[in-house]
Nanobody
Framework: QVQLVESGGGLVQAGGSLRLSCAAS???????????LGWFRQAPGKGREFVVA???????YYADSVKGRFTISRDNAKNTVYLQMNSLKPEDTAVYYC????????????????????WGQGTQVTVSS
């Protein structure tokens, strides 16, 4: 059974940075290497929104709202994916969720909540103005 656990959220001022981590358990090194991972976020009163995804091949897809500010990376040896968030804005305030799938989604489908089989519990990011 795959479990995803996010960490690294917190309160930061606008313009600041945070790095989120998502550690996966229940996967071997080789299986994690074939795992497509995504980050989504959900602000109060809004739906869950795609942020970024990274395929097992290393291909990366960003939402336009975070392109140039956020960077996703993965360490297959540690079964962990990271989200470096720079130049944070108040509108980035949300609960951030890590998600994963062994599927082979297209670039468009990777942006959909329903594509992912496993989800973490979320970590709160609050950006003050």
């Amino acid at each position: 059974q795959v479990q995803l656990v996010e960490s690294g959220g917190g309160l930061v001022q606008a313009g600041g940075s945070l790095r989120l981590s998502c550690a996966a358990s229940g996967l071997t090194f080789s299986s994690f290497s074939r795992y497509t991972l995504g980050w989504f976020r959900q602000a109060p009163g809004k739906g869950r929104e795609f942020v970024v995804a990274i395929r097992w091949s290393g291909s990366i897809y960003y939402a336009d709202s975070v392109k140039g500010r956020f960077t996703i990376s993965r360490d297959n040896a540690k079964n962990t994916v990271y989200l470096q968030m720079n130049s944070l804005k108040p509108e980035d305030t949300a609960v951030y969720y890590c998600a994963g799938t062994f599927g082979l989604p297209t670039a468009q489908i990777m942006r959909l909540v329903g594509t992912y089989d496993n989800w973490g519990q979320g970590t709160q990011v609050t950006v003050s103005s």
